[in-house]
Structures are given as structure tokens and as C-alpha cells.
């Protein structure tokens, strides 16, 4: 049986998804996407007819334009091969469609995409490897770093720990070292050997954090951190813990990119909607964590400062 998987790049949601097919499916190919260009792969994907070498597609972590969406739904060839199981609230619109799945909280609370695929997976394909506990435990911290129930809830720097081993090897030798955890013990153990890698990590959020910038953006009190993508959720942990009454949001703005500017946005507090401020400027999220980009056109100067690039971003002026 031939299987095609897209999932997110981002984080170890989309990844975890991918961990989870390996272990069940032999003949599988895997892509990995940001939410910006996941419309343009699957129209790219339709358009070519390549979806007709492959048995069942899934899109994890992700989702579709309502008019794409349309599309498959008229597709009957390709509608009955591809499921969308996805856990963000602006997809839930997606349910009225038979090949979508967005589930926002179950019997645990706040789903992410890693527990969606993976209860999928139990229905439809349950196998030795699926059903160990390493293999639900793993999927649980997965769970609990991407919601941040690991921080609000159970306190488990466990998940937190997993999130920063894939922002330090990467998506392949993150997996494969997944794989290897959860086929070879009953319970799942971190490596063992990250301890000064966890250390300097928290030094070097800490440096990012003194160096922020306090800007009133769209009547929003935003702390605007520079910093690579890789750090933004510990940044953003840090301003609200350090400064809880100080800002609504957490901007880090990531200018290290060819070609474009990745922008997350993290929320200060309890009452702020970051999705909605990043729908501003043409991205999306949750409630409590979304993201936006810019391109950088010809106008832009890889020299620019830190406040130039703040105004080159928000169409600001000096």
C-alpha cells in the first residue's frame, strides 16, 4: 500500500505525525510543509495527477482553503484517498467535507496533530510498534508541548525538552532517533546526553530577552524580540513569566532567511488573541501562538536595524 503524508515543518506536531507513519507504513512518502505554501503543494499535487501513483494521502498539522477544499470535494477520485486530520480552530469550518477531520479538545482537552493521527492510526492500523507505551507516551508529550499543557497543567519539562532535541538535530536524526527510542524500550526515555545543550539554551533565550524592544503595535503593548525561529516559543514563555503585566504579545522576528522574514507572535496573557493580530497581516495560529511572514522585496537592506526592520515590517515609516 502506498502512502503519501504532508505535514507540518514546523515543530514536533507536524514531525510526530511523521514518526507515527514510519512506524506503521513501509511504502510511504513524506513532505514537509509550512502553512503558507500547503495550498499550492496539494493544487500542484491535483493538478499533475501524481496523487493516482498513491493509495491514501494525509494531510497532518495542516489545512486547506475553503476553495480548495471545494475542488476535492468535486474530485471523487481524489476526495476518496486523502483525509485532513488537523487540531487548529479556524479549520474546524473543514468538517462539513467527509475527507476532513479537525478535532480543537477530546476526552484529554487540547488535541494536537501528533494525538489526532495517532488515534486514527490505532482505528485503522493498530500494529505491535503503535500500541507500546513508548509509543503513547511519546505521542502524549508531543501533545503536551504543542498545547503547553507541559507548562500550564502538568509542569513537564519533558515535553518542553523533546520540542528543543528537534530544534537541535533536525528533522531526519530527530526521527530517526524517535524511531529507535520507541522501538527499542517499553517506556519512553529522552537521551540522556543533552544536558548542556538544554543549559546554554536557556542562557542564550535569556540574552534574547534583554535585548527586546517595547512597541505599541495596533493599540497591542508587544515585546519584539530578534531571534532565530527556533527559540520562539521559549522567548515568548519567558517575556510572559518575567513581564506578566507588561505586554499582550511576544513578536520574534527572524531576519537570518533567504528571501523572507518569518514572524511568530506568542500571546503575554490570557486575554489576547495573537491570531488575530497575525491575520493582519496575512497569517494564522491559535489563540495563543501564530505567525506571519514578510518577503523581503527590493526595497529591503540586508543592513537595516532592528527599528528599520520593525517599520519595513508593520509598513511603518521612520
Known amino acids: 500500500m502506498k502512502v503519501r503524508l504532508f505535514t507540518h515543518i514546523k515543530d514536533i506536531d507536524g514531525i510526530g505525525c511523521a514518526v507515527l507513519a514510519r512506524l506503521i507504513f513501509h511504502d510511504i512518502t513524506i513532505s514537509y510543509h509550512e ?19 498513491y493509495e491514501i494521502i494525509y494531510i497532518t498539522d495542516l489545512n486547506i482553503s475553503d476553495e480548495l477544499a471545494g475542488e476535492i470535494n468535486i474530485l471523487s477520485e481524489f476526495k476518496n ?5 488537523d487540531h487548529h480552530m479556524h479549520a474546524v469550518r473543514l468538517n462539513k467535507y467527509c475527507f476532513a477531520n479537525v478535532i480543537v479538545e477530546d476526552e484529554k482537552g487540547q488535541c494536537s496533530g501528533t494525538s489526532l493521527f495517532y488515534k486514527h492510526l490505532c482505528d485503522k492500523y493498530a500494529n ?20 503547553w499543557k507541559w507548562k500550564t497543567k502538568y509542569n513537564n519539562y519533558d515535553a518542553r525538552d523533546l520540542a528543543w532535541l528537534f530544534d537541535k538535530y533536525g528533522i531526519d536524526k530527530f526521527s530517526e532517533d524517535m524511531i529507535r527510542v520507541i522501538s527499542e524500550n517499553e517506556e519512553f526515555e529522552l537521551p540522556l546526553n543533552n544536558i548542556e ?31 532565530e525561529n527556533t527559540y520562539r516559543n ?18 520574534i522576528i527572524d531576519t537570518s532567511k533567504e ?4 514572524i511568530s507572535i506568542r500571546s503575554a496573557n490570557d486575554n489576547t488573541d495573537v491570531n488575530e493580530f497575525a491575520e493582519i497581516y496575512g ?22 536595524t532592528d527599528e528599520q526592520h520593525i517599520a519595513y515590517i508593520f509598513n511603518k515609516s521612520e
Do not use: W
Open 197 to 227: 545543550y538544554i543549559n546554554s539554551r536557556i542562557k542564550l533565550c535569556e540574552e534574547f530577552v534583554e535585548k527586546r524592544y517595547s512597541k505599541l503595535i495596533h493599540n497591542k503593548r508587544c515585546a519584539v524580540v530578534f531571534a
Open 128 to 147: 505491535e510498534l503503535l500500541m507500546k507505551n513508548s509509543t503513547s507516551q511519546f505521542v502524549e508529550l508531543v501533545r503536551q508541548q504543542d498545547t
Open 283 to 304: 497569517g494564522r495560529g491559535h489563540t495563543k501562538a501564530a505567525a506571519f511572514k514578510v518577503y523581503k522585496g527590493e526595497d529591503y537592506i540586508e543592513s537595516f
Open 35 to 53: 502553512v503558507y505554501d500547503i495550498n499550492q503543494i496539494i493544487k500542484e499535487f491535483i493538478d499533475t495527477k501524481e496523487y493516482r501513483g
Open 234 to 251: 521559549d522567548i515568548g514563555e519567558m517575556i510572559r513569566e518575567i513581564y506578566p503585566n507588561n505586554y499582550d504579545m511576544t513578536i
Open 81 to 85: 484517498k486523502i483525509m485532513i486530520l
Open 259 to 262: 528571501g523572507e522574514i518569518p
